[in-house]
Every structure is written in structure tokens, then in C-alpha cells.
Nanobody
Framework: QVQLRESGGGLVQAGGSVRLSCVTS????????LGWLRQAPGKEREFVAG????????AYDDSVKGRFAISRDNAMNTIYLQMNSLKPEDTAIYYC????????????????????WGQGTQVTVSS
């Protein structure tokens, strides 16, 4: 059974930093690309960052480029999202998800590209 569990969210002041973790199980982690997506109240779920199956490439939405960094640890079956210089507009529930099919790259921006999802972790940035 595939499972993804996010952690690390919380309340942070604007300009602050947070690191999210996504621990996975139930599939061969090292073969799959993963991503972080977020959903703010009243908005559609949107792509934030992606990392290829081998970690050689990453992709970011323009709104977070230069502030967020995605990484993976194959030994721990975990991906991370380091979030710096946070803004109130970053407030959302953050989800990690697996890209459909093995050996994929990082540039999957549509939520339909993702197969398995975690339950999400709330990040709230106060001004």
C-alpha cells in the first residue's frame, strides 16, 4: 500500500523559513519522480516544485523560484521542501505526490500527472 505523509507545516512570520518533509512507503521510491503541490482556500491545487526520479533535475513554479528548494533522500524514502523568504501568499495546504509511472522527470505541473498523494500539511504565513 502506497503511503505518503507530510510534516513540518505550521505558523510562520513573513520572511521566515520552514522545511517540509514527505516520508513515503509502499513503492520503489528511487524509481519515481515526486512533487509538491499546494492549495490555498478557494483556489485550485497548484504545482510548486518537482524532482526527477534520480534527483538530477528539479522544477519550480515561477512564484517560488529562488525561494524554495526541493530535494530527496533515497535512503530515507523522503522528499523535502525548504521554504525561505515566506510570503503571506504562500499560505496553503502543501501536498506531496508521486508522478505517474517510473523514471520520470521533474516538469509535471498538472495535478492529473500525479497518482498518489499525502494528506497535506498546513503552512500559514502571517504578515
Amino acid at each position: 500500500q502506497v503511503q505518503l505523509r507530510e510534516s513540518g507545516g505550521g505558523l510562520v512570520q513573513a520572511g521566515g523559513s520552514v522545511r517540509l518533509s514527505c516520508v513515503t512507503s509502499g513503492f520503489t521510491f528511487r524509481r519515481y519522480a515526486l512533487g509538491w503541490l499546494r492549495q490555498a482556500p478557494g483556489k485550485e491545487r497548484e504545482f510548486v516544485a518537482g524532482i526527477s526520479w534520480d534527483g538530477s533535475s528539479t522544477a519550480y513554479d515561477d512564484s517560488v523560484k529562488g525561494r524554495f528548494a526541493i530535494s530527496r533522500d533515497n535512503a530515507m524514502n523522503t522528499i523535502y521542501l525548504q521554504m525561505n523568504s515566506l510570503k503571506p501568499e504562500d499560505t496553503a495546504i502543501y501536498y506531496c505526490a508521486t508522478v505517474r509511472g517510473p523514471y520520470s522527470g521533474a516538469h509535471y505541473h498538472d495535478r492529473s500527472d500525479y497518482e498518489y498523494w499525502g494528506q497535506g500539511t498546513q503552512v500559514t504565513v502571517s504578515s
